[in-house]
């Protein structure tokens, strides 16, 4: 192998708001972002189709010469990570690395938790999946899951009306109905990369005494943690501070919403998937 950059891959735009804390912790290494805009959103596709779209994404990214690539969408960890990191990985790219978002914050909610009553928010694909109740039994086998499905939350988003009163009366029907399963729940998972977006208004529907947990930090301290326990891959991660985007869709499109994501201006390129 030679030294590349670290991909991060989303269906969309939510991925950036990993990718921001990414470079905010690790901000030697240079990233490749990879949006799949074209096809976006996956939420409510079928695993087949994920894992289809996802790996030839994936594939995409390793042609640029990544090494290791993160998941950086919940609903491509819960259908198409096993599937890749077991059956493809080996095959095809067996010295390099794909890693998810799910594993991650899994492995830490179980620590804020009070009640060990804990709920997520995710779309159709990630809730259907149970890739978070499963992920957090191997952790904290006595924490006990609620979720609930959002399938208009990243549609919003996505056409910029997450400040509009549509937004509002749809996060509070899903947090009303998330907490009619349990009213012990007092740690919340955003299992969307898309709802930081919505922090505020998800915020004023929630109780006080709610922990809301901020998976792009997990996320970036786990890869900073992976990246010093695993040398032999780290050494293949370049070190220039690059920052790359690409994008199945138009540029200029891309371009516009990835500012709100990212924080700062984004420059994106098209990439045929």
Avoid: W
């Avoid at 029907?173 to 399963?181: G, M, S, V």
Wanted: proline share 6%; charged share 20%; glycine share 6%.
């Amino acid at each position: 192998m030679k030294p590349g950059p670290i991909g991060v891959f989303d269906s969309g735009y939510g991925g950036l708001t990993i990718l921001k804390e990414l470079v905010a912790q690790l901000p030697e290494y240079d990233f490749v972002y990879l949006g799949d805009n074209a096809r976006s959103p996956y939420g409510n596709r079928s695993s087949e189709t994920v894992t289809l779209y996802t790996q030839q994404c994936v594939q995409a990214l390793f042609a640029m010469g990544c090494n290791l690539i993160i998941l950086a969408c919940n609903t491509a960890s819960a259908k198409a990570l096993r599937f890749i990191q077991q059956n493809y990985l080996p095959v095809v790219e067996p010295k390099k690395r794909v890693l998810g978002v799910i594993r991650p914050t899994s492995e830490k909610v179980g620590q804020y938790s009070v009640t060990k009553h804990i709920g997520i928010l995710g779309t159709t694909g990630t809730i259907a999946s149970l890739s978070y109740p499963i992920e957090i039994e191997h952790f904290f086998p006595d924490v006990k899951v609620y979720q609930q499905e959002c399938p208009m939350l990243v549609p919003l988003v996505e056409n910029n009306e997450y400040n509009s009163p549509g937004s509002d009366y749809f996060i509070k029907k899903y947090i009303d109905a998330l907490f009619l399963q349990s009213d012990k729940i007092d740690t919340l998972i955003l299992g969307c990369t898309h709802y930081p977006l919505l922090l505020a208004k998800i915020k004023q529907y929630l109780p006080n005494h709610i922990t809301l947990l901020s998976q792009s930090e997990i996320v970036a301290q786990s890869l900073k943690d992976y990246l010093h326990r695993h040398p032999e891959l780290e050494r293949y991660c370049q070190k220039h501070s690059d920052r790359q985007f690409y994008t199945s869709d138009d540029p200029a499109s891309f371009n516009r919403m990835a500012g709100i994501f990212y924080g700062e201006e984004v420059v994106s390129h098209h990439i045929e998937i």
